[in-house]
């Protein structure tokens, strides 16, 4: 596959980058929001733990093409978002591209995520990636699932990935 990351895209609101050291304690707030975790098994417990987990997951997808988390910048205020990508996941068995999202809490409900999830659509579209692309989704995380279905994804099958009762939503490209 081609570069799997949207480095340097953009979307109206949103600046896509990579990852950087340098966000760790900006990223540690989503860790430490009970919220934004409470549908993710296996996690460490300790928020800060759990972010360096993170941390570790996003530079080894970097250094081995699996795609990856971008952070979401807002263009005008400069602020960090979130994160979305399209990752490299293996679900059931078979190897998938999914599009994965992350806001943090306080940006929640303005409409990141799809805007961010769709330009990743798009993005997969244009380079052609993939035949379809997936987003796993723990079953009671709602708010998730509703981007999907905005983003024309519909629910494939449900399975268990990494621990967690999870959704599969998929669209064909």
């Not at 759990?50 to 400069?78: E, I, P």
């Not at 981007?147 to 268990?160: F, H, P, S």
């Amino acid at each position: 596959m081609s570069n799997l990351l949207l480095t340097g895209q953009e979307t109206e609101r949103l600046l896509f980058r990579k990852l950087e050291v340098s966000d760790f304690d900006t990223w540690l707030t989503f860790h430490k929001d009970p919220r934004s975790t409470e549908f993710w098994e296996g996690l460490p417990d300790d928020p800060i733990d759990a972010c360096q987990h993170w941390f570790d997951k996003a530079f080894h997808r970097y250094q081995n093409n699996l795609g990856g988390m971008n952070v979401l910048v807002n263009k005008q205020t400069k602020a960090f978002i979130g994160q979305c990508g399209l990752l490299v996941q293996n679900v059931d068995h078979i190897k998938e591209l999914e599009i994965g999202y992350s806001i943090l809490p306080k940006y929640w409900k303005q409409g990141y995520a799809i805007e961010a999830a769709r330009k990743c659509k798009a993005y997969a579209k244009q380079h052609n990636l993939a035949k379809s692309l997936v987003s796993i989704i723990n079953v009671k995380n709602i708010p998730s699932q509703k981007v999907a279905l905005k983003n024309g994804m519909y629910l494939d099958k449900t399975t268990v990935y990494n621990a967690n009762h999870s959704h599969i939503f998929r669209i064909i490209i």
